[in-house]
């Protein structure tokens, strides 16, 4: 005859196991990575569209605030200038600072809702 009751050590499968799981991550620390890369990706968009906005606007270059702006988009978007060169001023920067800007959306957006899912 069998026996119905589990061998010592282990759970039958109608009944869940008890205690913490063996590979349990630590979500708290997942979470605020997460919300620091998704901070940091948001932040890094809003310089790159605050810079097209003042270009657009023919804000004052000279300004300090514009200044800082200008250099921090510049800082953010080494890797994609002059990839788009149309004779349009407006255009080329829209292009040139736009594309980084959704990027860094994307990517910070999407590596922050891979860690809060895992």
Do not use: K
């Amino acid at each position: 005859m069998s026996n119905p009751d589990p061998v010592p050590g282990y759970h039958s499968y109608d009944q869940p196991p008890t205690g913490p799981r063996p590979y349990q991550r630590d979500q708290a620390g997942a979470r605020r990575a997460a919300l620091a890369i998704h901070t940091i990706a948001d932040i890094a968009a809003g310089f790159l569209g605050l810079w097209i906005l003042l270009h657009l606007l023919g804000a004052n270059e000279a300004n300090v605030f514009v200044e800082f702006v200008h250099g921090t988009a510049d800082w953010l978007a080494w890797w994609s200038q002059d990839i788009f060169t149309m004779e349009t001023e407006g255009l080329r920067v829209f292009l040139n600072y736009g594309l980084p800007a959704v990027l860094y959306l994307l990517v910070g957006h999407g590596i922050a809702a891979r860690l809060n899912r895992a």
